[in-house]
């Protein structure tokens, strides 16, 4: 296992990995300005005391929600290193799939090409371009973030010494 600087492909993955943490917040966020509309929409006298308290509970929270999802994901921008393990392909397989929904009404489904390469026990899907150029003795770099875990990549390893 190697310790290496993150590229600016890398980080924007790590960005695109954090809308999750922002998805599952949104709908604190919007509970929060539904009942503000609401309130001040359905009543002749606003009460303060429930506007505050509603707002003041559902926005932290979901202020919250997003920073615990996405802190380890922040804390590996901060520090700008990735974790490059060198694995052995043990399995590499070509499979045919069929999109969900795309044979209803008597069509024929619509199948896509998939390519599986299996490292150290994980499958990993891959592009065919990589699929094409290794073997399954070949060893293969796995690029993961540090904290978060999060796939950055799979490359060809150059050298078969470990």
């Not at 924007?12 to 001040?40: C, N």
């Not at 026990?121 to 065919?128: L, T």
Request: glycine content about 6%; aromatic content about 14%; hydrophobic content about 40%.
């Amino acid at each position: 296992m190697q310790e290496c600087n993150i590229t600016e492909n890398d980080i924007k993955t790590l960005k695109y990995e954090k809308r999750m943490g922002y998805i599952f917040a949104t709908p604190f966020f919007a509970f929060g300005i539904l009942f503000s509309v609401v309130l001040f929409a359905t009543t002749h006298e606003t009460n303060w005391t429930l506007f505050f308290l509603v707002n003041l509970s559902t926005f932290p929270l979901g202020y919250l929600i997003a920073f615990f999802r996405n802190r380890k994901i922040n804390k590996d921008l901060r520090t700008g290193t990735k974790m490059v393990t060198i694995g052995k392909i043990t399995r590499k397989e070509h499979q045919i799939d069929y999109e969900v929904g795309s044979g209803s009404l008597g069509q024929e489904m619509k199948a896509y090409s998939k390519y599986v390469l299996t490292v150290n026990g994980i499958e990993y899907n891959v592009e065919k371009e990589l699929f094409d150029t290794v073997e399954e003795v070949d060893f293969i770099e796995v690029h993961e973030a540090k904290y978060s875990e999060v796939l950055l990549g799979l490359a060809e390893h150059k050298t078969d010494l470990l």
